[in-house]
């Protein structure tokens, strides 16, 4: 379905301002709310109210459709505990690690690179030329110097964090030298508590699947290309966690993996980059709020040999949506190393063994939720019931993602409408999720709606006494069209499915 065109926001206070009404409609109407909130909220955690939950259901719904509703792909869900040394193989416990600093006077912690998008232009033109007269006098573009003192952050943050004032008390030179972080939780398994016993929390699903190619692959005799696919909770200790649901220390990933004889990975990189990026569209993102970026060739991950993110473009920024990844051999090959177990893959047709490449497709749940809740949300002028225009706001969610997918009205509380209503109801609740208010003028409650996303609103009024016909209105158009009774239930499993 080709949504309407939205109301753009054009500057960033605008941008986030939005973003602070999105954040608002989102705990008013039971999408998100904060974890643990009644006690001050645990950082980086969310919960999904009873509209959140349907629209994050619906996502991974979709996906686990387009996925795994062909020949050539399983599904598996694998445990979110596993053996530690699957994290040695995987590289984290070596590489999962983000730089950061701590300021020695209000103990603000941050991950370098975001310290450094904290300091204004103007402070960095400064500490660069104060640090380095003689190469930076002259140099005019602010576009320039922010590269430059990005690069010396990454290179020698030594030299640059005496000189800076801490964002958050305003000191200077309180700063930590910069230390390794490892982003994974670490728990124990059993009652002792010693370092025999830590495992982590995953922070991908992606190893789950490593581990069980063999196992899913003889079980179901796939034979190359083929793909494992899989949908479910992760953890990184991020350090600073940020944008709503955008970076969380809890989250959901939907990854598939696709096993390819090592000649043909260029080939199956780009079907799955088009895949990919057909089914943001084909749930209602436009196409200018998407693109892509590709990895550069120094700052790939030490598995990839080729990266692209399809990135979103928040009211914040642009932003990773999901990954596509060419991770060659290297997963299947240190986990074979580490565990002394074969991995190998028979090839029956040229009588060959050998270690398939792996094209990975790793997109975030929650960060594709709050993709598709920004994409929908719009505010835009609409009539009322007595002609006049007002501004309403409404989530112009595809109708496979909405959460509630029809509401009933009947238009006043008497003449029999109230129990034809109920009727119709109870009629259509079986098959999807509706929603029945009697409550206030049929204007407010189309508002109501508009502002959770539903897609059909159905009256009951008193044309349907005479003829057992109701209005269905449509959410974006707002156009009514008048139905029998007893039509409506195909007539909207064939506008959702
Ligand atoms: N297995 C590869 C992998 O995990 P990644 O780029 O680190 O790659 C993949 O993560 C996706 O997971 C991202 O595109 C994003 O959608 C989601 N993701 C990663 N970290 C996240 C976080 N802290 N909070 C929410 N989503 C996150």
Request: proline letters at 4%.
């Amino acid at each position: 379905m080709k949504k309407e065109s939205k109301t753009k926001p054009n500057n960033l206070s605008i941008k986030s301002n939005m973003m602070d009404k999105i954040v608002s409609l989102a705990k008013r109407r039971g999408f998100v709310y904060q974890s643990s909130e009644i006690y001050g909220g645990l950082n980086g955690c969310w919960d999904y109210g009873p509209l959140g939950v349907e629209l994050l259901r619906n996502i991974k719904e979709e996906w686990w459709k387009a996925m795994t509703y062909r020949e050539d792909i399983e599904g598996i869900e694998a445990s979110i505990l596993m053996h530690p040394r699957v994290w040695e193989a995987s590289g984290h416990v070596e590489n999962f690690t983000d730089p950061m600093v701590d300021c020695k006077q209000c103990k603000a912690r941050y991950r370098l690179d975001a310290l450094f998008e904290e300091i204004s232009i103007k402070k960095q033109k400064d500490v660069l030329r104060e640090l380095f007269p003689d190469k930076y006098q002259g140099q005019k573009k602010d576009e320039f110097f922010a590269q430059e003192f990005s690069k010396i952050i990454e290179s020698n943050p030594s030299s640059v964090l005496p000189v800076i004032n801490c964002p958050n008390c305003g000191n200077k030179g309180t700063f930590t030298d910069a230390r390794k972080f490892n982003l994974m939780f670490k728990t124990f398994i059993g009652p002792v508590e010693d370092t025999s016993a830590v495992v982590y929390l995953r922070p991908e699903t992606a190893q789950g699947i490593y581990v069980n190619f063999l196992n899913v692959q003889s079980a179901s005799r796939q034979k190359l290309p083929f793909g494992i696919a899989q949908i479910g909770k992760a953890f990184r200790n991020e350090i600073n966690t940020k944008n709503f649901l955008f970076r969380t220390r809890e989250f959901e990933q939907m990854e598939m993996q696709y096993f390819v004889k090592p000649t043909e990975d260029v080939k199956w990189f780009e079907y799955w980059r088009e895949e990919r990026w057909k089914w943001f569209i084909n749930l209602g993102m436009l196409d200018n709020k998407l693109r892509w970026h590709q990895h550069e060739q120094d700052k790939l991950a030490h598995y990839a040999k080729d990266a692209y993110d399809i990135e979103y473009e928040f009211p914040f920024g642009w932003g990773e949506i999901e990954g596509i990844h060419n991770r060659t051999d290297y997963d299947l090959s240190r986990h074979e190393q580490f565990s002394g177990k074969s991995l190998q893959y028979y090839d029956d047709q040229t009588k060959e063994k050998y270690i398939p490449y792996i094209i990975e497709t790793s997109a975030g749940a929650s960060r594709s939720f709050m993709a598709f809740l920004v994409d929908a949300y719009a505010e835009e002028e609409a009539p009322t019931a007595e002609g006049t225009m007002e501004m309403r706001t409404v989530l112009k969610f595809h109708p496979k993602l909405a959460p509630i997918k029809a509401a009933i009205f009947p238009l006043v509380n008497r003449d029999g409408m109230p129990e034809i209503a109920k009727k119709i109801e109870q009629e259509l609740r079986p098959f999807f999720p509706v929603f029945y208010d009697d409550n206030g003028a049929v204007g407010r409650r189309y508002r109501r709606q508009d502002e959770i996303g539903t897609p059909y609103c159905i009256t009951v009024d008193s044309q349907t006494l005479q003829d057992q016909t109701v209005t269905v209105r449509d959410r974006d158009s707002m156009l009514q069209e008048r139905l029998a009774i007893d039509k409506l239930k195909s007539y909207l499993l064939n506008k959702i499915s």
